[in-house]
C-alpha cells in the first residue's frame, strides 16, 4: 500500500494543517494503514517498530472523534513510563495547534498528585497516564471512569514487560464495555495477543514491517564465545575499542546485575538500567549516561526502549536476544544522527542458529571476528600513549621536565631514548594491566603485565598440578580480599606453586583475607616471597 497523504484521510482542516507544521509530509505506514481504520470505530492491534509513528496513528483519530463541547473524560491513553507519556502528550498539544477547545493532561508517578488532581478537576477529555498513577488517581476518584470511549495500550508489550499486566486489568474493568480499544506495540508475543483477547472487541490486526530493517553505518559483527568466558569478553573489547559510551543488552535483570557488578569490580564505569528501578533511579542513570560520568550503560531491552542518546559508539549484545526485533531495536540505539557505530554479538554455541535467523529477518549480514588478543590491546594502548605524549610536546610547557632529563643524560651519562623507553615501560604497566589470561583464545596461563617497584611478590603453595589459572587467583584476591582485579601483576605459575606480583597496600588485606579461604577448592597458604 502506497503512503497516504493527511489530506486524503478525512482529517479535520486544523489536524491536517497541525501536521504539516510539524513538518509531516505524508503518513507513514502505520498511519496510512490505521488512521482511517480506527476512525471506521474498529478496535485493532497495530504493530510497528519503534519510530515508526504509531502515536499519531492513535492520536489522530483520537482527537477528530471527541466532542469538544463535551468537557468530561473520553479518552484514556496508557504508557509505560513517565517519559513516554510525556512524550505522547507533547506530540498531541502539537496536533492540537488549531483546535484550543480539548484539553489533554499527562498523568505520572513523580509529579505531584495534588497537582495533578487541581488539573482535573477543570475539566479534562485526555488523559494520557502510567498505569500506577492512574489507578492512584481512580482509587481517590478524582478521575472518573464512566465516561470514556476511547482507550489506547501504547507501547503494550513494553508495559507487559514492566508488569503492569494486573494494573491494566483494574483501569480495564473500570472502562465502560461500551468503548474503543486500540493497542499499539513494536513485538507481537502471546501475552500481547491474550491481552488483546480479553479486552478487544475483534479487533483488525495491522502489521508493517520495514524493508529495510537495519541502518546501513552501523558495523555489525559477532564473536563466538563461551558462556563463561563473556566478562573477559566484553572487557577486551572494550579495551580495544576504548568507545565512549556504550550499551551492553542482556536478557534478564538479574543478568544486567551480574555483568554490572562485573565491570564495575574491574575499574569499569557501568551501571545497571533495568524495570527494578524506580523512577527517580532510572533519570539518575541516565543522566550520568548522558554527561558521560557512566561509559557503560547495562540494560534490558525493555528498560532502554525509551533511550535517546545519540552518541553510543557500540551496542553489544551480551546475550543473543529472544526477539528478532529486540535486535534491530537494540543496535538501532547506535550509529544515530548520522554517526556510524558498531553492534557487536556474543554468540554461545547453537545461538549461531537465531543468529542466522536475525540475519534472514534483517537482511543483513553479521559478521563473525575473532576477540582481540592481548598483544593487540597492548599494541593500541601504546599506540594511545603515544598519541599522548605527542599532544603534550605539541602543546609546550615541558621546560621544567627538559632541565630534568637534561640532567639525567649529563650526570648519569644516560641515553634520552633509554630514559625515554623506561618511562614508557613504566607508564605502560599502569595502563596495561589485566585481569584476565589469554585463554579466550588460545590455553596460556601467563597474566599480562609486569610488576612495577611497588609491588610485592608473593608466594602461594599451589599450581598447575591443582589445576590453577591465572584468573582463579585473580579472582580469589578480588573476591575475598576485595582488591580490584586490574591491580594485580604478574602471575607465574609453576607445578607445585604460584608467584604473584600485587601491589603492596593491599597485601595485608590479601593475606588475612585468603587465611579461611580457598582457590579452585584448595586452602592454600601464601607467603611474602623472598628476593630473587
Ligand atoms: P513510535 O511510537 O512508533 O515509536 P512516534 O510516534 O514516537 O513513533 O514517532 C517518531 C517520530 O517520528 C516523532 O518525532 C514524530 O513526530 C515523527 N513522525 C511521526 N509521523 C510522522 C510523519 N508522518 N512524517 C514525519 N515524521 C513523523
Ligand atoms: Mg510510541
Known amino acids: 500500500m502506497e503512503n497516504l497523504k493527511f489530506e486524503e484521510m478525512n482529517l479535520s482542516d486544523d489536524i491536517v494543517r497541525a501536521v504539516k507544521d510539524m513538518g509531516f509530509e505524508e503518513a507513514t505506514p502505520i498511519q496510512s494503514q490505521a488512521i482511517s481504520v480506527i476512525m471506521d470505530g474498529k478496535d485493532i492491534i497495530g504493530q510497528s517498530q519503534t519510530g515508526t509513528g504509531k502515536t499519531a496513528a492513535f492520536g489522530l483519530p483520537c482527537l477528530e472523534m471527541l466532542d469538544p463541547e463535551n468537557k468530561s473524560l473520553q479518552a484514556l491513553i496508557l504508557c509505560p513510563t513517565r517519559e513516554l507519556a510525556i512524550q505522547v502528550s507533547e506530540e498531541f498539544r502539537k496536533f492540537l495547534k488549531y483546535k484550543d477547545n480539548i484539553k489533554v493532561l499527562p498523568i505520572y508517578g513523580g509529579q505531584p498528585i495534588d497537582r495533578q488532581i487541581a488539573a482535573l478537576r477543570k475539566g479534562v477529555q485526555v488523559i494520557i497516564g502510567t498505569p500506577g498513577r492512574v489507578m492512584d488517581h ?65 479487533p483488525e490486526y495491522i502489521k508493517v514491517t520495514r524493508k529495510e530493517l537495519t541502518v546501513p553505518n552501523i558495523e555489525q559483527s559477532y ?69 558521560g560520568t557512566i561509559e557503560i550503560l547495562v540494560a534490558t531491552d525493555v528498560a532502554a526502549r525509551g533511550i535517546d542518546v545519540d552518541d553510543v559508539d557500540i551496542v553489544f549484545n551480551y546475550d543473543v536476544p529472544q526477539d528478532d526485533e529486540y535486535y534491530v531495536h537494540r543496535i538501532g540505539r547506535t550509529g544515530r544522527a548520522g554517526r556510524s557505530g558498531r553492534a557487536f554479538t556474543f554468540c554461545v554455541g547453537k545461538e549461531i542458529y537465531k543468529l542466522r535467523d536475525i540475519m534472514r529477518y534483517t537482511k543483513t549480514k553479521i559478521i563473525q571476528k575473532k576477540l582481540p588478543t592481548l598483544s593487540d590491546i597492548e599494541e593500541i594502548k601504546t599506540n594511545n600513549f603515544l598519541d599522548q605524549v605527542k599532544d603534550v610536546i605539541e602543546e609546550g610547557g615541558l621546560s621544567k621536565y627538559v632541565e630534568i632529563v637534561g640532567n639525567m643524560v649529563n650526570d648519569d651519562e644516560l641515553a634520552a631514548t633509554d630514559i625515554a623507553a623506561a618511562l614508557l615501560k613504566l607508564a605502560l604497566n599502569d595502563i596495561i594491566s589485566s585481569d584476565f589470561d589469554d585463554d579466550i583464545n588460545y590455553g596460556g596461563t601467563e597474566i599480562y603485565g609486569d610488576a612495577g617497584d611497588s609491588m610485592v611478590r608473593l608466594f602461594i603453595n599451589a599450581g598447575k598440578k591443582n589445576k590453577i589459572r591465572a584468573k582463579d587467583i585473580v579472582g580469589a584476591f578480588a573476591g575475598e580480599a576485595g582488591i580490584p582485579g586490574k591491580s594485580i601483576g604478574h602471575v607465574d605459575i ?39
Open 494 to 532: 609453576y607445578d607445585d606453586y604460584t608467584f604473584v606480583d600485587v601491589p603492596g597496600e593491599y597485601v595485608k588485606d590479601i593475606m588475612t583475607a585468603m587465611k579461611n579461604s580457598k582457590i579452585k577448592g584448595k586452602k592454600v597458604n601464601i607467603e611474602i616471597a623472598k628476593k630473587k
Open 223 to 291: 564473536f563466538d564465545v563461551k558462556e563463561k568466558t563473556k566478562p573477559d569478553a566484553l572487557c577486551r573489547i572494550i579495551d580495544m575499542y576504548s568507545p565512549k559510551l556504550s550499551i551492553v543488552f542482556c536478557n534478564t535483570k538479574k543478568r544486567v546485575d551480574e555483568v554490572v557488578e562485573q565491570l564495575q569490580g574491574r575499574g569499569y564505569f557501568a551501571e545497571a538500567l533495568h524495570g527494578d528501578l524506580k523512577q527517580a533511579q532510572r533519570d539518575k542513570v541516565m543522566q550520568k549516561f548522558r554527561n
Open 138 to 202: 481512580m482509587r481517590r476518584h478524582t478521575l472518573k471512569m464512566s465516561t470514556v470511549k476511547y482507550v489506547v495500550l501504547d507501547e503494550a508489550d513494553e508495559m507487559l514487560d514492566m508488569g503492569f499486566r494486573d494494573d491494566i486489568e483494574t483501569i480495564m474493568l473500570k472502562v465502560p464495555e461500551e468503548r474503543q480499544t486500540v493497542m499499539f506495540s513494536a513485538t507481537m508475543s502471546n501475552e500481547i495477543l491474550d491481552l488483546s483477547k480479553r479486552y478487544l472487541k475483534k
